[in-house]
Structures are given as structure tokens and as C-alpha cells.
């Protein structure tokens, strides 16, 4: 079963302009990973957030998590064509698993 | 230092057959994680080896099994195939335990393809 929830489920823009997803999870957590998956580099790491933190950065990256809402939100700022992929987020399941969300797709227009 | 590799890339099987992939994690990476990626259900986690011990395991039925070897070389393995195994199975390595708590290294996948 799936623990995240990615909103929305496809997201188009052009490049340049700020893309914003957002994940919910259910149950809490220790922490909350992101990944990019297209067809030239497959599955890739981005960021991982623990619970006590609430704010990361990596380059044009920046994940906020809210434990509260129970939700994370992944920005990408200025983007570019490459950034065209499918992300998920992953939370922590049974015994150290990860459990994915379903994901967003984004599409960069030229 | 050369990434996680998954043999084969692609594979063909009927129903009812078995089959082997295989997966060389990156070097030094003692943890050895496998999913299973579908368009209806997502990546969904099937089991984790560590030291050559299955450490946990996901939601799958004992058709699909799997084991590492001390060089950290991990192969799982499903029988008797249904065309619902049909899937991408990605591979993915960890320096620690705990693909929760760790960075997931993923290979390119292997492609199955059940007829």
C-alpha cells in the first residue's frame, strides 16, 4: 500500500518557471526521501529530510516537511528541460522499507 | 566508481516459467534492496539483504525470493510466473542497513515481460 500521496499527479510548465509538488503520508515518520525517475538516468536520489528538520536545500532543490500536516513539498526553481522526469517521495515503512507515492510527472516546455 | 548493475536489461518469459535477475551493487555497499515499479501499483518494495541475510520483506507472495552473496552480489528470483509479474525490477544499494534511513543507489532495471 502506498504511505505518500504526490499532488498533482502531472504538472506542465515552462522552462524557467518555479515547479512546485507536494507529498502527504499518513502515518509518521523518521524520515522522507525524494526521487527523480526519467528514461536517461533512471531512478536518482535527491534529498533525504529527517522528522526534526524542516527545511533542505541541494542547488535549485529545496524540500520543506511539515510533520504537523503531515506533508512535504519539493520546489524546483528555474527550470530546465532536463528536469522533465517523474519524482517521488518515500516514507518510512515497517522495519527500515521504504514506501513510495505514486508520483508526479513533469513536464519543462521549451 | 561504477554504479549498480541489473542483468539482464530485458527479459521474455511464458507463464509458468521461473526466472533469475541480477544485481552488482556498487562497490563497498553492503545493502541490497528490490522493487518492483508497475503503472497500477507503483514502486512497491519487495525485500531487503544485508551481510547475506534477508533483513525484511515486502507484501509478495513466496513465489518471489531472493539472496546475496558475500560479495554483496544479490539475485532474487520468481517462479512460476503469472502475467501479473509482469513489471520493471530495480535494484537499488546502500552503504548501512535501512533503505529508510539511507541514499538509495538504483540500477537501470530489468525490463519482464510475462506472455
Known amino acids: 500500500s502506498q504511505q505518500g500521496e504526490e499532488d498533482p499527479q502531472a504538472l506542465s510548465i515552462q522552462e524557467g518557471e518555479n515547479a512546485t509538488m507536494n507529498c502527504s503520508y499518513k502515518t509518521s515518520i523518521n524520515n522522507l526521501q525524494w526521487y527523480r525517475q526519467n528514461s536517461g538516468r533512471g531512478l536518482v536520489h535527491l534529498i533525504l529530510?529527517?522528522?526534526n528538520e524542516r527545511e533542505k536545500h541541494s542547488g535549485r532543490l529545496r524540500v520543506t516537511l511539515d510533520t504537523s500536516k503531515k506533508s512535504s513539498s519539493l520546489l524546483i526553481t528555474a527550470s530546465r528541460a532536463a528536469d522533465t522526469a517523474s519524482y517521488f517521495c518515500?516514507?518510512?515503512?515497517?522495519?527500515?522499507?521504504?514506501?513510495w507515492g505514486a508520483g508526479t510527472k513533469l513536464i519543462i516546455k521549451p | 566508481k561504477a554504479g549498480v548493475t541489473q542483468t539482464p536489461r530485458y527479459l521474455i518469459k511464458t507463464r509458468g516459467q521461473q526466472v533469475t535477475l541480477s544485481c552488482s551493487p556498487i562497490?563497498?555497499?553492503?545493502?541490497v534492496s528490490w522493487y518492483q515499479q508497475t503503472p497500477g501499483q507503483g514502486l512497491q518494495f519487495l525485500f531487503e539483504?544485508?551481510?547475506?541475510?534477508?533483513?525484511n520483506k515486502g507484501n509478495f507472495p513466496g513465489r518471489f525470493s531472493g539472496r546475496q552473496f558475500s560479495n554483496s552480489r544479490s539475485e532474487m528470483n520468481v517462479s512460476t510466473l503469472e502475467l501479473g509479474d509482469s513489471a520493471l525490477y530495480l535494484c537499488?544499494?546502500?552503504?548501512?542497513?535501512?533503505?529508510?534511513?539511507?541514499?538509495?543507489?538504483f540500477g537501470p532495471g530489468t525490463r519482464l515481460t510475462v506472455l
Open positions: 539483504y544485508f551481510s547475506e541475510t534477508q533483513r
Open positions: 529530510i529527517r522528522s
Open positions: 537499488a544499494s546502500s552503504l548501512a542497513r535501512g533503505p529508510s534511513y539511507n541514499e538509495q543507489f
Open positions: 562497490s563497498g555497499h553492503r545493502s
Open positions: 518515500a516514507t518510512d515503512g515497517s522495519n527500515y522499507q521504504l514506501i
